[in-house]
């Protein structure tokens, strides 16, 4: 059922109407209870649903509730979800800026009749609805709002092509989801539902990063404090964890703090994505192991199933996304989930992101950098046949499509092309691509009860590392300095002096090949779906073609693997709700 989904579910009346039984059903707000009146809610965690019995709820976690509670003037044992309501009523549409952590939050205004909706800046689970002049219906997932009532299920045409963008397009979608009449709340943002319509207050800016003063050393130190905090909270909140472990800096050090942060009675295991057995392919199994046999926790190498196939999500993946593109990789992220949940984890920890904080390159901001930059101002520009517009996007559009955006989007995409432009600096700023992913991405996986954490997209640790000077990423002649500082004495000195790098999937361009036939023999049942209105079905079916045959040189294999991903999604989502829905 979509109703499975980890979030908030609520529905209320905006004009003192009963509540429809109908969005009850579809929200899976139906009880054997007395009718709920003009407002009722849910919040499901961890698959276990239970009812909101007054008018405002919290779900997430508050990063430091006893600190807000002081400064609010309140006494530390003080509801979080009152912490939030005393927060907002000080800090108004600053508040998600102001309240660090993970959290989604509703209030319901009975005498407005008015709907408070709120998301922290770093998003934990989506918060999606849809309203009218009668009524408010609330789910973490536009599958489920795409069946209440008056809802066109449909994707809207603008929409949907942001959504298949690169990063310039991806970083303007905002609140918008693939739907026309269901909205997303943004992370970092407030909303306010009437009869009158909807306000959305506007984002606070990030505060300016503070210079540090300090020395190498004494950054190293205070790095350590913050990255301890963060994982023996996140440890707390997950006593059995599993850690995706490559031996590589970053999983090094994700796997060594959680490691040292565990409670008593805690478990950790860590998870390596592995070659398959006789395939001859290299993997980092034993640098994994030699880092785990250190900690002391024990190590599981992970093959995904031989039979996944790269061009489509499993059925699991599928309903849990809302959106045409995911991770290229994804096969290998369903088999560390089902791994991390037969070990008994409630969440798998991620060293995503450390390269552009503290195990960052220093040419991030030399002339690689700027030659990024250039080659995306080309790549991203309008020109009269097209073509460059065309490649503002991870798939290859039909010419119908491509009329939309051109018509529709020309004037966004090119003003986020700008805003995009690189920039420099003496100390390293903020990640904005590692800002965007804490706005978008949710900790949700398919699988409930477990959560993907990415300890480096903190904001606590990225408001430290912003003032840091550039020169300390190659402090004493060393590359990544500062995440090889961290690693000393916690990993083999082979580890933490590392400068090789193998393939998170090593066995992903065979998959690509391999699966191409099948993809390619599934194109038939997409035209019939009404795909091809948005995907250029033709040119799929000639790459897929070149891709089975080996030749990665005529087509990008990833621009169509996005492309055949895509054309599933659409054609799934065509084909109305699932069993599982």
Request: hydrophobic content about 45%; charged content about 25%.
């Amino acid at each position: 059922m979509t109703t499975d989904f980890d979030g908030i579910h609520a529905l209320a009346s905006l004009d003192g109407a009963p509540l429809r039984a109908s969005d009850l059903a579809v929200l899976g707000l139906v009880t054997r209870d007395t009718p709920p009146g003009d407002f009722t809610a849910m919040l499901r965690d961890a698959g276990h649903a239970s009812p909101v019995t007054g008018c405002q709820a919290l779900l997430g976690h508050i990063d430091e509730p006893a600190a807000l509670a002081a400064t609010l003037g309140l006494a530390p044992t003080t509801p979080p979800a009152d912490l939030i309501l005393a927060a907002l009523a000080r800090y108004g549409d600053d508040t998600p800026m102001r309240v660090g952590g993970e959290w989604s939050f509703l209030h319901w205004d009975a005498p407005a009749r008015a709907m408070t909706l709120m998301v922290a800046d770093t998003a934990r689970d989506a918060l999606c609805f849809t309203a009218d002049t009668r009524r408010v219906a609330v789910a973490p997932h536009v599958r489920t709002l795409r069946a209440i009532d008056g809802v066109d299920a449909m994707p809207d045409p603008a929409r949907l092509l942001l959504h298949l963008g690169r990063g310039p397009a991806r970083a303007i979608i905002g609140d918008r989801t693939i739907l026309r009449d269901v909205q997303r709340v943004a992370a970092g943002t407030r909303v306010r539902i009437t009869r009158d319509g909807v306000r959305v207050g506007k984002r606070a800016e990030l505060p300016e990063p503070t210079p540090w003063r300090g020395s190498f050393a004494e950054a190293i130190e205070a790095i350590e404090a913050v990255l301890h905090t963060i994982l023996r909270q996140q440890m707390a909140r997950h006593p059995a964890a599993a850690t995706m472990l490559s031996g590589g800096l970053d999983s090094s050090l994700v796997a060594a703090f959680a490691a040292a942060t565990r409670g008593e009675g805690g478990s950790l295991v860590a998870l390596t994505s592995a070659a398959p057995a006789g395939s001859g392919l290299r993997d980092e199994t034993a640098q994994a192991r030699a880092v785990a046999a250190q900690l002391g926790i024990p190590a599981v190498a992970v093959v995904p199933e031989p039979d996944a196939d790269a061009y489509r999500l499993s059925r699991a993946m599928l309903d849990s996304v809302d959106h045409p593109l995911a991770s290229q990789r994804h096969y290998v992220y369903d088999a560390l989930y089902r791994a991390a949940a037969d070990r008994g984890a409630s969440a798998i920890l991620d060293g995503s992101d450390g390269e552009l904080t503290v195990t960052g390159y220093r040419d991030i901001d030399g002339w690689r950098g700027w030659a990024r930059w250039l080659r995306d101002r080309a790549r991203h520009a309008r020109t009269p046949d097209g073509d460059l517009l065309r490649d503002a996007f991870h798939v290859r559009l039909s010419v119908p499509a491509l009329a939309i955006a051109d018509t529709a989007l020309a004037d966004e995409l090119a003003a986020a092309h700008h805003a995009a432009q690189w920039r420099r600096g003496r100390v390293l700023g903020y990640p904005m691509s590692v800002i965007a992913k804490n706005r978008s991405v949710t900790t949700a996986t398919p699988l409930p009860g477990l959560r993907h954490l990415a300890p480096f997209r903190d904001r606590r640790l990225l408001t430290l590392c912003a003032g840091l000077p550039v020169r300390f990423l190659t402090h004493g002649g060393l590359t990544r300095a500062p995440g090889r500082a961290l690693l000393a004495g916690k990993v083999p000195e082979s580890i933490r002096l590392r400068r090789d790098l193998l393939p998170f999937s090593p066995d992903y361009p065979d998959r690509l090949v391999r699966d191409a036939p099948r993809a390619r023999a599934r194109i038939a049942g997409y035209a019939a779906a009404g795909v091809g209105d948005w995907i250029d079905l033709a040119w799929l079916d000639t790459a897929l073609a070149a891709v089975a045959r080996g030749d990665d040189r005529t087509f990008d294999p990833t621009q169509v693997q996005a492309t055949a991903m895509a054309a599933a999604f659409l054609a799934d989502w065509m084909a109305g709700p699932s069993p599982r829905e």
